[in-house]
């Protein structure tokens, strides 16, 4: 697959280097690793700090939300690999303004151990740090095994939860509360129809037929849960929506938040076509769409295909998802 | 290519009422022609009406772009084909708040043909319209004969410039006066890397080999000027610069907005590795960049490639460019 690329061992320094360079009134890189992105304003004092990550390759995730309530800082991994724990204990420093620092990424092996590094070694500089794995995909593992989820497009959605809170004055305790509840009232399920390929290889990721989808599959290349003949727009999304609904029942008068997120090639068209069946059915079904995001918010390069996301809010929850938040990528009045 | 639609014809409609039910806040359909939406707040009394149009497949240009800062209506033509002037003239009628209405859209013959013809019926219903051809495609004729030349993703910043005018109370006289004068000081150049398919063929648009890149080439699949093998990211971005820097020439210390536009399938991590290097030549030359603009503003469905646009900015121009814009999709504080 062609990319626009020099170096490939190059394009992520590459890319950091050209966002910074674009976006020099939000975001700046620390002195110690050239994957330290941060905000400008770096800690806030008395105001948690909010770091989130993971690998490259989901832009605008995660580098791209770090502004006003969203993210203070990100490491930023290999593509689609965790960042080491030297970049991740550098941001954590610069973003701590006193009240503490939140970590939340996708529930990823490699992701959680470095993560969890960092946060020993910046515990022992008396920096308290607490976790939100973000476990979205309802695909990835029974309800039972609710825990061993990957995270996947819906974390956006506990990200903004939780940087809404922070911005807001929460506490430590009470933004990993918060947006705990936001990933627990949250499923995610995406359907694949074309592969991506990493810079290094330029080789797809998988390989379907020219008339095949698969569901449930991770933003990485996972498998999935069912691969079968692309159907049309709204069998598609039925299926995608009856297995959330499976998962976590959702009764008239609840109000939710949608995301119909483009996982990179897939044309906007066709993730409004996608968003208008969802809309019909959750109305059909006496529920309250309190806010709508269609867009590429979590991508997997040039990967094809989307995810609906659909988290069940109440009264704080709808606080935090409307609060605003100015990043270079995202932007909320 | 596989597409995530019901059936071919219906794309477009289900679009627009996807679009519609995600933003109710911001958009609506007309009761006439189901292709013709607007802002929720239609005409608002004494401000220019701005329309921008076209046809579909660009998303988010031009029905993504209805707010306030922006524009107010956008009459919604088939895939890659303009709209009929009966939805131009109904979406006039709606935004017209007394001060007449500027159309703007990419000099194309059919756009041209119906909007001019919408613009006679208009003005036999008193409403004053005046006409912003967009001609930022460098690569498309010659400058000795720039008003042939094509219209591309530069659009979004003439449509922006006059959108923000007509929100600061400039007559329609202003408002054109402007935004030529935004056309007039900006060039764009682009390069595809693949094709895309329109719903109704599923066919690609064009073929490029394996290893092979074209210059120039239009967002419809539009010939280019010069096909070769696909090169690194610097040397495609500086054979972009270059043309648009011939074309027109820029000095040390003038502004610049700088917009790195992605074509629909490829990857933000490209765009920045592209973006970061005309910034670092732009920097070479002594040139200052006010403003970048990294993303996806006017796609091509699943095109790959990108094209780099350069506007030459005046005190004005910066006042315009600056102003906030919120919409469904581009948000600026």
Excluded at 5 to 28: C, L, R, T
Excluded at 234 to 261: H, S
Excluded at 302 to 330: F, N, Q, W
Aim: charged content about 20%; aromatic content about 6%.
């Amino acid at each position: 697959m062609k990319k626009l690329i020099n170096v490939p061992n190059a394009v992520v320094d590459e890319m950091i280097e050209g966002y910074v360079a674009a976006y020099p009134k939000y975001v700046k890189v620390l002195p110690e690793n050239k994957r330290s992105v941060v905000s400008v304003e770096t800690a806030r004092a008395g105001k948690v700090g909010v770091v989130i990550g993971g690998g490259s390759g989901h832009e605008p995730a995660f580098m791209g939300l770090i502004g006003r309530g969203f993210a203070d800082g990100v490491p930023v991994g290999n593509v689609f690999a965790s960042p080491p724990p030297d970049p991740i204990l550098e941001v954590t420093r610069a973003v701590n303004g006193g009240a503490g620092v939140v970590y939340m990424y996708g529930n990823y092996a490699g992701d959680c151990m470095n993560f969890d590094m960092a946060a020993e070694l910046a515990e022992m500089e008396d920096i308290p740090v607490q976790t939100v794995l973000v476990t979205d995909d309802a695909a990835s593992a029974p309800l039972s095994q609710a825990d061993r989820r990957r995270g996947i497009a819906g974390g956006f959605l506990v990200f903004k939860t939780a940087g809404a809170a922070a911005d807001q004055g929460y506490t430590l305790d009470e933004v990993v509360r918060a947006a705990r509840k936001a990933n627990a009232n949250l499923r995610t399920m995406g359907v694949a129809l074309s592969p991506c390929a990493v810079p290094q290889t330029g080789k797809p990721s998988f390989v379907l037929g020219e008339d095949e989808m698969e569901i449930g599959l991770g933003i990485h290349g996972e498998p999935g849960i069912e691969r079968g003949t692309l159907k049309t727009a709204d069998e598609v999304t039925d299926a995608l929506l009856e297995r959330i609904l499976e998962d976590m029942p959702i009764t008239a008068g609840e109000r939710v938040v949608v995301m119909v997120n483009g996982l990179g090639s897939t044309p906007h068209m066709e993730l409004f076509v996608v968003y208008r069946r969802v809309a019909k059915r959750l109305e059909d079904l006496g529920v309250s769409i309190h806010r709508a995001f269609v867009g590429e918010y979590v991508t997997s390069l040039e990967m094809g295909g989307c995810s609906v996301s659909v988290m069940k809010l109440d009264d704080e929850l709808i606080r935090l998802i409307d609060h605003p938040a100015d990043t270079p990528m995202y932007v909320q009045q």
